[in-house]
Structure formats: C-alpha cells, structure tokens
C-alpha cells in the first residue's frame, strides 16, 4: 500500500515539475506582434487648420461720453483712412469750450501785463511767477476743452470695411465703450495654434502655404510673422502669418484653411512605427527593436515628432532606421534582451490557418 502512494507521489511531482517548466518557458518566450520600421522622409509636410484673419481688426469708441448725434456709415461700407464715422452731440463740450475761451483770453491779457512790468522791474519776481503759472493752467485746460470737442467726431485710421455698428443715433454712451467694429482692407493673415511638440521645432520650419476648399488646387504662398512665446490654457502656441499678394483672388477674414508647414529634418531622418510600439518610461521614449537570428528584443530610445492618422507615429533616433523590425504591441509586457517568439502573420487566403 505505502509503494503505491509513492509511486502516486512521484507521478504528481513529476507532472508539477513539468508544468512549472512549462510556464516557464511560455514566460520566457513571450508570444508579441512586431512590425516593419518605415521611412517616413515623404511626411516632412505639417498640416494645421487656421483661419484667415484682418491685419488689423478693431472697435473702435470715443473718448468723450455723449449722445450720438449721427452714424455716417452702414454695415459692409469701405472707408478710406481719416474719414468721419460718426459724431456725438458736440452741444455741451462747446459751451465749456466758450467759457474756458473767455477765461483763458483774460488770464492770459493779465499775465502778459505783469510779465511786461517785471521787465521793467515794475512788479515783484512772486507777482510774475503768479502770472506765469496762472497762464500755463488756463492753457492747459483751454487745450483739454478744445480735445473734448475734437473727441466727439470719430474718423477711420486706417483703410477698411465697416464690420458692424454697435449703436444707432441719439443713443447716450460712456467714454470708451465700442461703436463701430472694423476690419482692414490691407493684405489678411492667417492664424494657426502649434502643439508644443511643434512649437520647439519651429526654427526647422523653411516653407509655409495653405489652401481653401473654394479654390481647389491653389496654393497660397505665406509668410511668417511671428509666434506667441506663451502657451494658452490649452497648451498650444499661437502662429501668425501674413499671406503673399500674387494673381490669386485673396480670401476673405474668417474663411478656413488648412495651413502646410515644411519641416527641416536636418540630419536625423525620420521613420514611422506603429502607435503601439512607444514604450514611455523616465521620461523618455523607447521601442524595442526585434532580432531575428538571436530571438530577442532590444530597446531604442526615440524622439516622437508627432502621431499620424493612420495610427502610426513619426520619430526620429541615431539608432533606429528603416527595414529593422519592432514589437508592435505589449511592450509593457516584455524586458531589454527578453527571447520572444513573433506572432505569425495570418494569411489572406488560408483564414484561420486550416490548411
């Protein structure tokens, strides 16, 4: 009886040895789906929306508050530089002008007089210093009034369109606040927002242009003026870029684009890899580069330019090139210099591998 439970016993170890060194072996050769590196030289071309924009897009207001008196423009009106938009009711400010007129003419009759005697050492050095400094005051405050009064008419500073009009006649407002919007008529912009990963590559950037769906086909040519130094809240960087007068019709402000940026790699030639291939650790990027003849696998340290539509993403590293082989998937799943066993390519016409 005690013979047959030995025996009992080391069938059971037995079993249990071998299935550990099963295991074992399924952990050390981990089953992973690779993929081919690519060259991705053909998508140096970055792509952004924007918007086109006024060169100078304005509010204007007056700087004196009043009742309006009368707006000389419509909606959509061209304008040339220093014509009269409109004009508040100048009533009150040229009463005050009048009287500061009349104070101003008899300070200054005055002023003259002491200042004339103490040329003569007529007066004493206080009296005309009164004199003097009473004048400067009333000119002061004669020039104030007479601004007031030139405040109430509004003229266009620059050539342009009128956007919109805020406010109608005989309507009171405040110094200061909006009445007329107004757009440029000079040569528009366009404006686009760089993702940071972008934004530290811009001084690669060596060629701008961008398209409209309403003129398919055509190229646009632009040309940089400048990017915000400062993040928004959504972490992108604000470019501006002015577009160049050719034979093509120029678009109106607030059409969308879609602008081409020219990326200068330099010497690093970028490739691309599948999504699933980054590895993020420290933070740094890897992949793991699979070798063939040895089973194993070895992690690359790459640059990510950016993600692709197609799920793919383009990097750039000293190490990595095209043609080599990389683990596409379960990368977290697996060690530098780990054996690993490819996972085989299905074929098209032998679905499920029965044949």
Known sequence: MKRIYFILAGISLILF????RSE???????TVKIDTVVSASSQTALQFPGKVKAAQDISLAFRVSGTIRKIYVEDGARVREGQLLAELDPADYRV??????????QIKAEAERVMALYKENGTTPNANDKAVYGLKQITAKYQHHKDQLEYTRLYAPFCGFIQKKLFDAHETIGAGMPVISMVSAGIPEVEINLPAADYIRRDRFDGYHCTFDLYPGENYPLKLISVTPKANANQLYTMRLQMVPGKLPLP???MNTMVTIYCNEGDSQPVSVPGGALL???????????DPS?????????????????????????TLHAGEIVVASGVHHIEDGENVRPLAIGSKTNVGGLL
């Open 17 to 20: 040895m071998s299935c550990a």
């Open 24 to 30: 074992k072996g399924t952990k050390d050769t981990q």
């Open 96 to 105: 005050q002008l009048d009287a500061t007129e009349a104070e101003y003419k």
């Open 252 to 254: 109106s402000p607030g």
């Open 280 to 290: 993020q650790k420290d933070g740094k990027t890897y992949v793991f580069v699979y």
């Open 294 to 318: 040895a089973g194993k696998v070895h992690s690359r340290e790459v640059t990510v330019l950016r993600l692709l539509s197609d799920g793919r993403a383009m990097v750039v590293s000293d």
